[in-house]
């Protein structure tokens, strides 16, 4: 077996929701469900990465990311903003004030900004 085998079998079983390549564009409610499992699979990475694991901390930032780059493509607004919302979820598990803030400002359903509030009041100080 070369290295070029060994590679591909630690590739396999390393391989994270947020790296895996998504064949073809998502409608809504399959980028709102990727988007879910993303946040899901990566809650471990954000408390890590709260307590500067930088291991997790890289995680963390790549999940967030494609987990942003996915919910800019959700066109029906209050999906999206639901979407963005479980980033924001994310992003202050991991102590990461300053994206949740942007993401935040970009939710546009009051009551979702209302229930983020709530939930995070450290996030408008």
């Excluded at 290295?3 to 590739?11: L, V, Y």
């Excluded at 809504?28 to 291991?55: F, L, P, Q, V, Y």
Aim: charged share 30%.
């Amino acid at each position: 077996m070369g290295g070029g085998a060994m590679k591909w079998f630690a590739r396999q079983n390393a391989a994270d929701i947020w790296d895996e390549t998504i064949e073809g564009p998502l409608g809504d409610i399959e980028a709102a469900a990727r988007i879910r499992a993303i946040c899901e699979a990566a809650a471990t990475s954000a408390a890590g990465s709260a307590r500067n694991d930088k291991r997790e901390s890289g995680r963390y930032e790549r999940a967030a990311k494609v987990a942003m780059e996915i919910a800019m493509k959700i066109s029906d607004g209050l999906m999206r903003d639901d979407a963005v919302h479980r980033i924001v979820d994310l992003c202050m598990m991991a102590n990461d004030l300053k994206t949740a803030q942007i993401l935040f400002r970009a939710i546009h359903a009051s009551w979702i900004r209302e229930t983020i509030q709530r939930d995070h009041p450290t996030l408008l100080q």
